[in-house]
C-alpha cells in the first residue's frame, strides 16, 4: 500500500489540525503540518512531499513563496492553495496555471481529500 | 492705485516736466538769438553811424563838400535797415527805445539836412553876408550836427552794450534754469521709481509669504490686506487658490475616509474569513471522527467553536465602534481624572505583566472638551499596546502636562519595550495593521485616531526599535463658548 506524504501549512492552528485529523483517517496519508511557511519549506528540503497544502496569506513569507520555492525544489510536489473567500480575482488570476488546485475559505475536507486523490492519480 | 497707473502717472509727470523745461529752453534760446541779431544789426548801425562821424568831420574840418550827400545816403541806408529789421530790434529792445533811436536818426538828419542847406545859402550869399555872422551860424549848426551825432552814437552803444550783458544774463540765467529743470525731473523721476519699488516689493514680500505658508499645507485662507493694484488681484488669486485647495484638501480628507472603509470591509472580510473557516473546519471534523472522539474531545471542539465565535464578535465590535462612532457626550474635564481612571482598569494586567507605571501628571491644567468613555478607550489602548511591547520589568511613563503653544493639553504614553521598526511606522494607525497575528485585530490606535480627531485633537507616534515607542496627544483647551 502506497504511503502520500501530505504537508498543510497555515498560521491557524485549527486548519491543520483538522485536516490532519480528518485526511489521516485514511492509513494512505500521512499529513505534517507548519503555522509558518520558514520551517516548513526546510522540512521540504530534507524529506519529498507529495502535496502540499498552503495558506496564501501568512505573515513572514506567504502561499506565493512557497509556491514558488516547491515548484523549483521538487517540480513533481502538487500545490494546493487556500485563499480567503475575498481575496481579489486577480490574485487568484496570478495563481491559475501556477497551482495545481486552489479552495476558497471556508474549505470542505471531504473536497480537499477528493482533489487530493484525484492530483495523486488514484 | 494700479501699478500701471502710478508707472503711466510718473512717466507723464516726468514728460510734463521735460516738455517744460524744452519750452523754456527754446524760449531764452529764441531769446539770445533775436539779442544776438539785434547786436548784428547794432554793430552795422554803430559801424555807419562811426563813418557818418568821419564824414562830419571831414565836413567840418576840410570842408568836404561831398561829405555831408554822403552822410545823408548813409544815414537813408540805416533808415532803412532800422525799419527792415524794426521787428528784431523792438523785440530785444522794445518799442520805447526803438522809438528813441528813430527819433535820434531824424534828429542828425535835420541837423545835417540844415547844416547842408546852411551851407549852400553860405555859398550863395557869400558876397552879401556878413562873414562874422557866417561864421557864427556855422559854429552853431556844426555844434548841434555834431551834438547829434554824437547822442546817436551814445544812444546806439549804449543800448548795444545794454543787449551784451543782457544776452550774458539770460545765458548765464538759463544755465541755473536748465539745472534747476533737471533736478527738478531728476528727484521725482528717482523718487516716484524708487516708491513704486518699494510698494511692489512689499506686497511681493508678501505674497512670498503667503505662497510659503500655503505650501507648507496651510490652506486656511491666507490674510492678505488686498491692494487695489495688480497685486492685489494676484493676491486674490492666491486667496482663491488657498480656498480651493482646502476645499480639495476635504474632499482628499472625505475620499481617505472611503478608502479606509474600502480597506476596512476588505480587512473585516479577511479578518472574519479565518475565524468562519476555523469554525467550518471544527464542524467538519467534528461530524467525521465524532464516533472515534471521546467525550471530553467532543466538549473541546465545542469550547474552540465558541473562542472562534468570540473572535467574531470582537472583531464586529471594533468594527462597529469604527464605522458608527457614538455621538460624542462632551464634558469639560480635566484630563488627569480620565488618565488616573483608565490606569485603573488596566491595573490588573500591567500587575499580570510585571510592569513598572510612572505618572507625571502636572497641576493646574487646563480642561477640555472630552468623552470621558471615549478617551478612556484611546488610553486603554494607548497603554495596552505598550504592555503588550514590554517584557516583565519594563516601564510605562504616563505624562500630562500644558500643550506646547500655550493653550491646551498634552498627555503622552512613553513605553521602554521593542518599540516600532520605521518601515511600520507610517502604517500603526491603518485598519487591520497588526504584528500580533491572530490575537490582535489592528483596530485598537485606528479606532483611537477616530476618536481623537473627533476630539479635535491629534495624536502622533515617534519610535526606536529596541528602545520604546512614544504616543503624545494634544487636547485643544475649552474655550469660554463650551458647556461646562
Ligand atoms: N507601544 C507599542 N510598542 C510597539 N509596537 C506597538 C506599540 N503600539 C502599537 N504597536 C504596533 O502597532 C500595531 C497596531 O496596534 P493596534 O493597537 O492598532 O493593534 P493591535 O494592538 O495589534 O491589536 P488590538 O489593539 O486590536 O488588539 C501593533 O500590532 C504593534 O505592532
Ligand atoms: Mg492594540
Known amino acids: 500500500m502506497a504511503n502520500y506524504r501530505i504537508m498543510v501549512i497555515d498560521d491557524e492552528n485549527v486548519v491543520g489540525r483538522m ?6 483517517q485514511d492509513p494512505e496519508y500521512t499529513v505534517e503540518t507548519f503555522l509558518n511557511a520558514t520551517p516548513a519549506l526546510s522540512r521540504l528540503k530534507e524529506e519529498k512531499f507529495d502535496v502540499v497544502i498552503t495558506d496564501l496569506k501568512m505573515k513572514g513569507l506567504d502561499g506565493m513563496d512557497v509556491l514558488r520555492h516547491v515548484k523549483q525544489d521538487s517540480p513533481g510536489t502538487k500545490v494546493i492553495m487556500i485563499t480567503a473567500f475575498a481575496s481579489l480575482d486577480s490574485a487568484i488570476e496570478a495563481m491559475r496555471g501556477k497551482v495545481d488546485d486552489f479552495f476558497p475559505k471556508p474549505v470542505k475536507i471531504k473536497e480537499l481529500k477528493e482533489c487530493i486523490r484525484r492530483l495523486l492519480g488514484n | 492705485m494700479k501699478i500701471s497707473h502710478k508707472i503711466i502717472f510718473a512717466n507723464v509727470f516726468n514728460v510734463l516736466l521735460i516738455i517744460l523745461t524744452g519750452i523754456f529752453s527754446y524760449h531764452l534760446l529764441d531769446l539770445v538769438l533775436t539779442k544776438l541779431r539785434f547786436t548784428e544789426i547794432a554793430d552795422d548801425l554803430n559801424k555807419s553811424f562811426l563813418e557818418m562821424r568821419l564824414s562830419e568831420k571831414n565836413y567840418f574840418l576840410y570842408g568836404d563838400g561831398a561829405a555831408l550827400p554822403d552822410i545823408l545816403q548813409k544815414l537813408s541806408e540805416s533808415k532803412s535797415l532800422i525799419e527792415e529789421t524794426k521787428d528784431d530790434i523792438v523785440k530785444a529792445t522794445g518799442e520805447e527805445n526803438f522809438q528813441q533811436l528813430n527819433e535820434s536818426l531824424e534828429a542828425y538828419r535835420e541837423a545835417i539836412e540844415s547844416a547842408q542847406s546852411g551851407g549852400e545859402a553860405g555859398e550863395a550869399l557869400d558876397e552879401s553876408q556878413p562873414q562874422e555872422a557866417e561864421n557864427a551860424k556855422a559854429k552853431a549848426v556844426e555844434a548841434s550836427v555834431r551834438e547829434a551825432g554824437q547822442k546817436l552814437r551814445e544812444f546806439s552803444s549804449r543800448i548795444t552794450r545794454l543787449e551784451r550783458t543782457n544776452v550774458n544774463d539770460i545765458i ?36 512670498e509669504k503667503a505662497a510659503h505658508s500655503i505650501s507648507e499645507g496651510n490652506f486656511s485662507k491666507v490674510e492678505l490686506k488686498v491692494s487695489s493694484d495688480e497685486l ?7 486667496n482663491s487658490m488657498s480656498e480651493e485647495l482646502s476645499n480639495r484638501e476635504e474632499i482628499i480628507i472625505q475620499s481617505k475616509k472611503l478608502a479606509s472603509i474600502g480597506i476596512l470591509t476588505a480587512g473585516v472580510a479577511h479578518e472574519l474569513g479565518n475565524p468562519l473557516n476555523n469554525i467550518s473546519m471544527l464542524a467538519q471534523g467534528y461530524r467525521e471522527l465524532y464516533d472515534s472522539l471521546s467525550r471530553e474531545e467532543r466538549l473541546n471542539f465545542m469550547v474552540e467553536v465558541e473562542e472562534e465565535t468570540e473572535r467574531i464578535k470582537e472583531i464586529v465590535k471594533n468594527l462597529l465602534d469604527f464605522s458608527k462612532p457614538k455621538e460624542a457626550h462632551l464634558i469639560k ?15 490588573n494586567m ?23 468613555h471615549q478617551i478612556q478607550e484611546v488610553f486603554i489602548n494607548l497603554l495596552t499596546n505598550a504592555i503588550q511591547a514590554g517584557s516583565p520589568g519594563d516601564a510605562i511613563t504616563v505624562t500630562s502636562r500644558p500643550g506646547e503653544d500655550g493653550g491646551g493639553v498634552e498627555v503622552e504614553i512613553r513605553d521602554n519595550g521593542r518599540g516600532i521598526p520605521a518601515e511600520h511606522l507610517p502604517h500603526v494607525f491603518d485598519p487591520f495593521f497588526t504584528t500580533r497575528g491572530t490575537s490582535g485585530t489592528g483596530l485598537g490606535l485606528f479606532v483611537s485616531y477616530g476618536i481623537i480627531k473627533n476630539h479635535h485633537g491629534s495624536i502622533d507616534v515617534t519610535s526606536e526599535v529596541g528602545k520604546g515607542a512614544c504616543f503624545t496627544m494634544r487636547f485643544p483647551a475649552c474655550t469660554e463658548g463650551d458647556r461646562n
Open chain 1, 19 to 24: 485536516i490532519k485529523a480528518v485526511i489521516e
Open chain 2, 172 to 207: 548765464s540765467g538759463s544755465r541755473t534754469g536748465l539745472l534747476t529743470s533737471l533736478v527738478v525731473i531728476l528727484i521725482p523721476a528717482i523718487a516716484v521709481g524708487q516708491l513704486i519699488a518699494r510698494r511692489m516689493l512689499g506686497s511681493f514680500k508678501e505674497i
Open chain 2, 333 to 347: 474635564m480635566g484630563i488627569n481624572a480620565v488618565i488616573e481612571k483608565s490606569l485603573k482598569l488596566v491595573q
Open chain 2, 350 to 372: 500591567i500587575c499580570i505583566c510585571n510592569i513598572e507605571v510612572h505618572l507625571c501628571l502636572s497641576d493646574g491644567l487646563p480642561l477640555v472638551m472630552l468623552d470621558v
Open chain 2, 232 to 238: 492685489g488681484s494676484v493676491i486674490k488669486a492666491i
